[in-house]
């Protein structure tokens, strides 16, 4: 099954697609976006293991997340990879605007499920904004590594997403999760509409 079809029905139900004029500004400081992008891998990855170390003992989310870890970390040392390749710094990690709105949203309190589904959900909603950001990349970057470099991380983030979705239905009650995401789809709306658009900011 591609990816395409694992995520039918399920990609991407953002309520609010990117502004088109922020692939204009990117391509125009596409260092910037580069910088930035390996410290959201960076943190994707840590965010994994932050899941895994404090829920050791669900065995499919050890099993389904430890080799997103893996990825997550490719991406980051191929992002670096691509700056060393243009002679470009690495530079000092940015204030994530975006993720930062998005953790007010998690509820407090609850069962330690309610607890790991918010986070799940969050992530899964991060993934499908970087997806949908990849695919801009992809379709609007005149460099040609750059732009296939895009199109295969798009489609990681399309299965990481689902990845994240799944695992909340398996610890939670599908119709509460449903319930919850699409709360979280109409907030991460409000971020959007209320973030500037930045050429140096992935999110």
Avoid at 118 to 130: C, F, T, V
Wanted: aromatic share 10%; proline share 3%; hydrophobic share 40%.
């Amino acid at each position: 099954m591609n990816w395409q079809e694992k995520t039918q029905g399920k990609m991407l139900r953002l309520e609010l697609p990117t502004d088109p004029r922020w692939v204009d500004v990117a391509k125009m400081s596409i260092e910037e976006i580069l910088v930035d992008h390996a410290y959201c891998e960076q943190k994707a990855a840590s965010s994994c293991i932050s899941l895994i170390v404090k829920f050791p003992e669900l065995e499919k989310l050890v099993e389904v997340l430890t080799p997103v870890v893996a990825e997550e970390w490719d991406h980051f040392q191929r992002v670096i990879s691509q700056l060393r390749k243009r002679g470009l710094p690495f530079g000092k990690p940015r204030k994530d605007t975006y993720v930062a709105e998005l953790m007010k949203f998690i509820k407090k309190g609850g069962s330690r499920m309610e607890h790991l589904t918010e986070y799940l959900l969050m992530n899964a909603l991060i993934e499908a904004r970087s997806c949908e950001r990849f695919k801009l990349l992809w379709k609007n970057l005149e460099d040609e590594e750059l732009k296939a470099f895009y199109y295969e991380l798009m489609v990681s983030e399309a299965g990481h997403y689902v990845n994240f979705i799944d695992l909340a239905k398996t610890y939670f009650p599908v119709e509460k999760v449903e319930k919850r995401w699409k709360e979280w789809l109409i907030y991460e709306k409000r971020v959007m509409e209320s973030l500037e658009i930045r050429g140096d900011r992935m999110h």
